[in-house]
T-cell receptor, first 111, second 116 residues
Framework: KNQVEQSPQSLIILEGKNCTLQ??????????LRWYKQDTGRGPVSLTI?????NTKSNGRYTATLDADTKQSSLHITASQLSDSASYIC??????????FGKGTRLHILP | DSGVTQTPKHLITATGQRVTLRCSPR?????VYWYQQSLDQGLQFLIQ???????AKGNILERFSAQQFPDLHSELNLSSLELGDSALYFC???????????????FGNGTRLTVT
């Protein structure tokens, strides 16, 4: 069964600290993996995208990694800011056009 | 701003009623996707239209229907509403028939439906 599992479900950290969010997937045939950021009351916005041949991709303070062998991805946020408070959603696309969404990690940044 | 416009932003209605949600895709995008997001649930794919034609169907209930018009805007119709239909409904658009490496989904800010 095609699944995308994210952990932790929620996370609270202090402003300025780093954090890492995890995504494990069991999908086939894999095409690409995106991380989206969803602010409260807004639609998701794409942060990064990686295919199986890409191990890492950065977007400012966000760095995503992908291990296609273990089917794991992570999103690392450096020097967190209050505006990073949001849900982060891991989304895997299959080669047959299906898109599988994880349930997201809810990140709270405290001042 | 994603360029995808959804109206209304909020909708409160009673059980058994029928509502219509509207979506205008980003300029130049031919595909429109509808998603449902319930509390603490991930985005659930409902249906996709490409250039006016239905392209893919997900977990869409028979009480729900959608269409894409010649000007590419789309409407999602929800009928015989139940309490469990309360959710955020998102519309997304993409350039081509499929979301690809260079063609991400662009999401609107959703319509929050509350069924009482």
């Amino acid at each position: 069964k095609n699944q995308v599992e994210q952990s932790p479900q929620s996370l609270i950290i202090l402003e300025g600290k780093n954090c890492t969010l995890q995504c494990n997937y069991t999908v086939s045939p894999f095409s690409n993996l995106r991380w989206y950021k969803q602010d409260t009351g807004r639609g998701p916005v794409s942060l990064t995208i990686m295919t199986f041949s890409e191990n890492t991709k950065s977007n400012g303070r966000y760095t995503a990694t992908l291990d296609a062998d273990t089917k794991q991805s992570s999103l690392h946020i450096t020097a967190s800011q209050l505006s990073d408070s949001a849900s982060y959603i891991c989304v895997v696309s299959l080669r047959d056009d299906k898109i599988i969404f994880g349930k997201g990690t809810r990140l709270h940044i405290l001042p | 701003d994603s360029g995808v416009t959804q109206t209304p932003k909020h909708l409160i209605t009673a059980t058994g009623q029928r509502v219509t949600l509207r979506c205008s895709p980003r300029s130049g995008d031919l595909s429109v996707y509808w998603y449902q997001q319930s509390l603490d649930q991930g985005l659930q794919f409902l249906i996709q239209y490409y250039n006016g034609e239905e392209r893919a169907k997900g977990n869409i209930l028979e009480r729900f229907s959608a269409q894409q018009f010649p000007d590419l805007h789309s409407e999602l119709n929800l009928s015989s509403l139940e309490l469990g239909d309360s959710a955020l409904y998102f519309c997304a658009s993409s350039v081509g028939a499929r979301s690809s490496y260079n063609s991400p989904l662009h999401f609107g800010n959703g319509t929050r439906l509350t069924v009482t």
